[in-house]
Each structure stands twice: as C-alpha cells, then as structure tokens.
C-alpha cells in the first residue's frame, strides 16, 4: 500500500483551487476543473488533494441521509494499492468492513473502495484503470 494523499472534500471547488494556489502559493500538479485538483506539497511530491464532495457522497452512500451539505466527510485519506479487489479480500478476511465494494470509476480513472478507520475517517483504496 502506497500512501496517495489527503483528500479534503470541498463543496466550492473552484474557490478552494484559487486559494490553495493564489492565496497559500501550492503549485497545482493536476486539475480537472470543478472536480478534482492536487498539489505539490514538497519537490516531487504530491500529498494534499481537492475534490468535490457532492462527488463523492453517492459513492460512500450518504448522498441521501439529510446531510444539508451533501457528503457528511470533510476529508478523506487515499491509498494506491496494486490490486484494489485484491486489498478488499485481505482486510475483509481481517474482520474490516466496508462503505462499498470495489468498483470502477472510469470519469475518475480508479477502481476504488472505500472504508472507515475506528473514528468514522473515511478511507479510499485505489488502483489506476490500464
């Protein structure tokens, strides 16, 4: 497992891409706009990431649970795995449950899934679709 990023869930995508790179000065490494954007944090290295999180509330399931905001999460953390099913049937046989079960994301680019550390953190595993 390779540690990805944090991800914060933004609900005004644009507003927070134009503070992180206007007003704190990260240096922008991808941009899809209004969607997903990530920043360098340090030389070569990517760690902190933006993502809409009307987005990610249908994935996770709690798009329709009366959150006045959409997705209750305000972050995510995000691992890169090499096998996503694969890293699902391994922690599931330790006794871990899941938000979902693994899936492709294709407008995303990732076969994903998700699940929750003992603090309700939501947690992404992902591998890139070939």
């Known amino acids: 497992m390779k540690f990805s990023n944090v991800r914060l ?3 005004d995508y644009d507003k ?5 790179t206007e007003k704190l000065g990260l240096e922008p490494a991808f941009d ?3 969607c997903y954007g990530s920043f360098k944090v340090a ?3 990517e760690g902190l990431a933006i993502f809409t999180s009307d987005l990610m509330a249908p994935v996770v399931g709690n ?3 009366g959150q006045p905001d959409g997705c209750r999460e305000k972050m995510m953390v ?4 090499d ?3 694969e890293a699902f049937e391994t922690l599931a046989a330790k006794g871990v449950e899941f938000v979902n079960r693994p899936s492709d ?3 995303w680019g990732m076969r994903v899934v998700h699940l929750r550390d003992p603090e309700e953190n939501l947690i992404e595993l992902f591998t890139p679709l070939k």
Do not use: T
């Open 43 to 45: 030389e070569g290295i």
């Open 32 to 34: 899809i706009e209004g």
């Open 9 to 11: 869930l933004v609900k």
């Open 16 to 20: 927070c891409f134009r503070f992180y």
């Open 83 to 85: 096998d996503v099913d």
């Open 63 to 65: 798009a329709d649970k």
């Open 78 to 81: 995000s691992f890169e795995v």
């Open 105 to 107: 994301m294709p407008a």
